[in-house]
Each structure stands twice: as C-alpha cells, then as structure tokens.
Nanobody, 122 residues
Framework: VQLQASGGGLVQAGGSLRLSCVLSGRTFSNYDMGWFRQAPGKEREFVSGISWRSTLTFYADSVKDRFGISRDNGKSTVSLQMNSLKTEDTAVYYC????????????????WGQGTLVTVSS
C-alpha cells in the first residue's frame, strides 16, 4: 500500500502550485482523503478533506477560498490546487486516506504519503 505525493516546490508569494497524490494497493474510491501540513517547529495541521464520492469537501479557515481539493477515482488520485500562496503556507504537505471519520483528525487516517515540501518565498 502506498500513497505517493508530488507537486511540491519553490514558489513566490501569490503564486500557485498543484499537489497530487496517488494511492496504490487499495481501492481508492473506498477512502475519504485528506491533506495535512507540517511547518518547521509546528504540529501537523489539517488543510483539506474530500469524501469518497466528492460530495463533501472541507477546508481549514487559513486556506479557504485559496485552495481547492478534488479527486479522480478512476486515476486513484487526489489533488490540492493551491492559489494565492503565502509565506505561511510553507510546510511539508501530506496526503492521507481514511475509511470514514473526522476529516480534521489526523489520528483517524490509516494510510499516509511521504510528504512533499512546499516553500513559498516573499
């Protein structure tokens, strides 16, 4: 079982990045998906979540109206479109999968990706 994240990099403030995460070894459409991030010296925090059929989406207040989550069950992929990036968005971003549960609670997720680094410069 593997969640492979990609798309991180260095971007200037105000720019955009798109993160993607592919699940292998499990039936992707069975899982709710989430994105979390962890900045240096800080705890991991919830960013966004999407239900297994894309009927529900959730965002942290800090990214609402700037980030968009989507999924393609046919490609076993969840994506996070990040626009109007700020320096405070700099972090390692993790995708995660859970069968069902509180989207914002990291402890409910059973499959985690390796993380992809996003650095936003001023």
């Amino acid at each position: 079982v593997q969640l492979q994240a990609s798309g991180g990099g260095l971007v200037q403030a105000g720019g955009s990045l798109r993160l993607s995460c592919v699940l292998s070894g499990r039936t992707f459409s069975n899982y709710d998906m989430g994105w979390f991030r962890q900045a240096p010296g800080k705890e991991r925090e919830f960013v966004s979540g999407i239900s297994w059929r894309s009927t529900l989406t959730f965002y942290a207040d800090s990214v609402k109206d700037r980030f968009g989550i989507s999924r393609d069950n046919g490609k076993s992929t969840v994506s996070l479109q990040m626009n109007s990036l700020k320096t405070e968005d700099t972090a390692v971003y993790y995708c995660a999968a859970q069968y069902r549960g509180n989207y914002a609670y990291a402890g409910g997720y059973t499959i985690w990706g390796q993380g992809t680094l996003v650095t936003v410069s001023s």
